[in-house]
């Protein structure tokens, strides 16, 4: 018989071919759908994907080699546009039919069902694209220009169609490029001296040189970097229309010269139009407008200050102190004009989150030439507030409804701080069995959070030449308090922190966590063996094994009896003689006993380091790098005094975690064709406990598997390593995940992804809770690398993208060797995964 695999793919296949046979359907008589273009440049056929985007007419959107959109639209009807009574008259069978069993009204409903749903399909898929000549023929002269402006003047473009089967055709561009033109000299013809002066100095960084292709996109490189030379150079006037370059068409060879030239500035005084030399110009003042909105524009100014030279003016009382706001601002007084600090302004500003995103700066030109910047800053609403209501889903909660009530509070202190106080409650159903008697939402959880954010560094000492402000400095205090009922053991969880963040460069970005304290407390560890199941199961087997009396029933009331059990068992020394397997198993079930119902306070300091090449929202193909160190109780030694009977450190009888993190990922974007992305992501990650410590807290250990990286397991159910253990949740110490992702798009709200996702985790701190499979000892222990692969299809509604995934698991390390591949590869054993937004 057929595995259940062969039978879904069979399917799969079966209903392509169903599918591909139907992408004519929609298709006239004397109409051509346009399958494929093909572009062959100088007998070749074109490797480069730009081309395509000079087609004027391109084929039904594939992706996996298929029209999928075509087809998503070929399950509706175009013709389907009718009144209830032309539907009526055209399927007049189908209405009796209707109307022996139902009313005018209930079959018009019908009728109207299924229009919706016909036309849901036409909207979301893609119509079949007919062929046009006249299209082919613009294509082909847009080709030409292309070519032609890539230096091959003498370029030729020729189309022809290739019929495929009865209604296909293909349309072939033959480019006949010939010989490239390219650049013999360059020179320059200036006539303003503060011109010429400031092209020679930075004439090592043109765009045209010798030799060099001639490229029309050249020029108009070389032409925005010398605006934008010239107006960071204090040249206020200069504009694009203020050069222009000539070439020779007279050399009978394949070389052409360049002259550059820029006359001096045309303009009209006393009525007669004169010429004058470009200057570079000073700022001599700045004024700043705190309250310019529309309404307040028309009103006289009640309020001024000054700082540094700066002007700050208010039409109401002055809300914002100028020895912070001075920050903001990059346009300095008596310093030249250059048009990055006023990009720089806009910019910081706008960050701020303080004012509206339209920052509007005015010059103004002075009798003497220099100039006036009137900076107009619109303020935000001091207060906000914003209330949400989500539906959440995971496999630790399966079904929850999430409600937050946000304040925002803007310029708290009058210097564009913002402050954010939220609070966010959750009720989750947890029950395994639906007739639970706790009802159908049995847990819940409660957080509260403040966060105050100052958009400069506080430190006692001046940071500005390490950090200075067009780094975008900021400094910020979060603290938090957590409280969950049924969930686990009823964690609690405060947390308070500082940290600094600021940005180098456009591409990187650094973060440094002064301090972040955590203190969890277990307020419930009396159900420790009702969540930690397995645990008991094995002191069960333990207690049948020796013949014993049977373990109280599982239940949170008999908690201490059996934990007292246990500890007997432990105490009596002749039992590690009698039963030495059974006596491993109990010292095991205590020791990670302890480990997960103590208390932990976890003082941690950390740097992050990233770096992003993405441009901006719309940019699809970049890298992201970012690496993380952190350090856990780090001065414990200083700080804390106190010792346990353990000789630990303590916090109020509460050991202080020591450990060190380091973290490193990284992600790469490919943008294909067709708008289709090829995302590759990688994560190593290690954590090494020391001094006070001899493992991680379970909050900062690392899990394996969820909807964001190893889709084929639920989070906490793979690892550590080949290790078989029925463990509730699984924790290890060392983490590699692998992921690969092809997106594609279907229509144009729905996107569809192929994915393999490989990684586990591991031990390396030598814990005898772990067995050999599950530590990481050397490179061989890779082998227990587990892979997942899968499918998924996602909504874009375009303020978010709801995401369902289905994982499968490919490759189980923990299964014997030489029966892991495809063992449970199948719907049954699929973990189907559903999220908000792209996994990463």
């Not at 210097?415 to 954010?420: K, R």
């Not at 708008?675 to 807290?697: K, M, Q, T, W």
Request: neutral net charge; contains cysteine.
């Amino acid at each position: 018989m057929p595995s259940s695999t062969t039978k879904i793919l069979l399917f799969v296949l079966i209903l392509i071919q169903l599918v591909s046979c139907n992408s004519i359907k929609y298709v006239q008589e004397n109409e051509k759908l346009l399958k494929e273009n093909k572009v062959l440049v100088n007998g070749e056929k074109n490797k480069d994907q730009e081309i395509n985007k000079y087609l004027a007419q391109k084929p039904n959107r594939r992706s996996l080699g298929m029209p999928l959109s075509l087809y998503f639209y070929n399950f509706g009807n175009p013709d389907f546009e009718m009144t209830f009574d032309e539907w009526i008259q055209n399927h007049q069978k189908k209405y009796d039919r209707y109307e022996r069993f139902f009313s005018k009204k209930q079959t018009y409903i019908i009728y109207s069902n299924k229009k919706a749903v016909n036309n849901w399909f036409l909207n979301k898929g893609e119509a079949p694209v007919i062929f046009d000549e006249s299209k082919a023929r613009k294509s082909a002269s847009t080709l030409k220009d292309y070519y032609i402006s890539k230096g091959f003047f003498e370029a030729d473009v020729k189309y022809d169609t290739l019929s495929l089967g009865e209604k296909e055709v293909s349309v072939n561009y033959n480019v006949t490029t010939k010989t490239q033109y390219r650049i013999d000299s360059v020179t320059a013809d200036i006539e303003s001296p503060v011109l010429d002066s400031i092209y020679k100095a930075n004439l090592d960084k043109t765009f045209l040189k010798t030799g060099y292709p001639f490229i029309f996109e050249d020029f108009e490189r070389e032409e925005a970097r010398l605006v934008r030379l010239f107006r960071n150079s204090g040249v206020y006037h200069f504009k694009n229309f203020s050069m222009g370059f000539w070439t020779d068409s007279i050399k009978e060879s394949y070389m052409k010269d360049v002259l550059l030239k820029i006359p001096d500035r045309l303009i009209t005084r006393n009525d007669t139009l004169i010429k004058e030399p470009y200057k570079a110009q000073i700022v001599k003042e700045v004024n700043v407008y705190t309250d310019a909105t529309p309404a307040n524009r028309t009103k006289k100014v009640k309020d001024s200050a000054t700082y540094k030279g700066y002007r700050f003016y208010s039409y109401d009382k002055l809300k914002f102190k100028p020895k912070y706001l001075v920050n903001s601002l990059f346009i300095t007084p008596n310093g030249l004009y250059k048009d990055s600090e006023k990009a720089q302004t806009q910019s910081y500003i706008r960050n701020l989150q303080t004012f509206s995103s339209s920052v509007d700066i005015a010059y103004t030109e002075n009798e003497d030439e220099s100039l006036t910047a009137d900076v107009y800053l619109t303020p935000l609403k001091k207060y906000a507030i914003t209330v949400d209501l989500d539906a959440t889903t995971s496999n630790i909660k399966p079904f929850g409804i999430l409600g937050k009530f946000s304040f925002l509070g803007r310029n708290m202190f009058r210097g564009s701080e913002i402050m954010e106080l939220s609070f966010q409650g959750s009720i989750f159903n947890l029950a395994e069995d639906p007739s639970d008697s706790r009802g159908f939402f049995n847990g819940w959880e409660i957080l509260s959070s403040a966060s105050l954010r100052f958009p400069r560094i506080l430190f006692p000492v001046n940071t500005d030449k390490i950090i200075p402000k067009y780094m975008a400095p900021t400094t910020n205090f979060d603290a938090s308090l957590s409280f969950q009922k049924n969930v686990g053991l009823d964690r609690q969880t405060t947390t308070a922190g500082m940290a600094y963040g600021w940005k180098s460069s456009k591409k990187v970005a650094h973060r440094v966590d002064l301090f972040n304290l955590q203190y969890i407390k277990n307020q419930n560890v009396d159900n420790y063996f009702v969540i930690y199941k397995s645990e008991y199961n094995k002191l069960v087997d333990v207690q049948e094994s020796i013949g014993a009396d049977p373990l109280p029933e599982n239940k949170q009331e008999n908690y201490l009896e059996i934990l007292g059990i246990m500890n007997d068992f432990l105490a009596d020394p002749d039992n590690s003689e009698l039963y030495p397997d059974e006596y491993d198993t109990v010292s095991d079930v205590d020791e990670r006993h302890d480990i997960l119902i103590e208390d932990s306070f976890v003082p941690a300091i950390s740097y992050s380091f990233v770096y992003n090449t993405r441009e901006n929202i719309n940019d699809n193909d970049f890298s992201y790098f970012t690496a993380r160190l952190v350090s856990a109780g780090t001065f414990s030694e200083l700080i804390f005094p106190n010792k346990d009977e353990f000789g630990r450190r303590t916090l109020r009888d509460v050991p202080i975690a020591q450990y060190i993190k380091t973290e490193f990922e990284y992600k790469k974007y490919w943008e294909l064709r067709d708008e289709n992305i090829l995302v590759f992501r990688s994560f190593i990650g290690a954590a090494f406990p020391y001094g006070n410590s001899s493992d991680i807290p379970f909050s900062r250990s690392y899990s394996a598997g969820g909807s964001n990286e190893i889709r084929a397991w639920r989070t906490f159910d793979l690892g550590p390593g080949g290790e078989l253990n029925n463990l509730e949740y699984k924790v290890g110490t060392f983490k590699l995940v692998g992921n690969l992702e092809y997106r594609f798009k279907l229509t144009n709200k729905f996107n569809s992804a192929l994915f393999i996702d490989a990684g586990n985790i591991w031990d390396i701190t030598n814990s005898n809770l772990v067995s050999e499979e599950g530590k990481l000892t050397s490179l061989s222990s890779l082998q227990y690398t587990a892979v997942g692969s899968g499918f998924g299809l996602r909504y874009d509604f375009g303020f978010l993208v709801f995401r369902f995934d289905i994982g499968f698991k490919t490759y189980e390390p923990y299964l014997p060797a030489g029966s892991r591949w495809f063992v449970n590869y199948n719907f049954g054993n699929a973990v189907y995964n559903i999220g908000i937004n792209y996994p990463f």
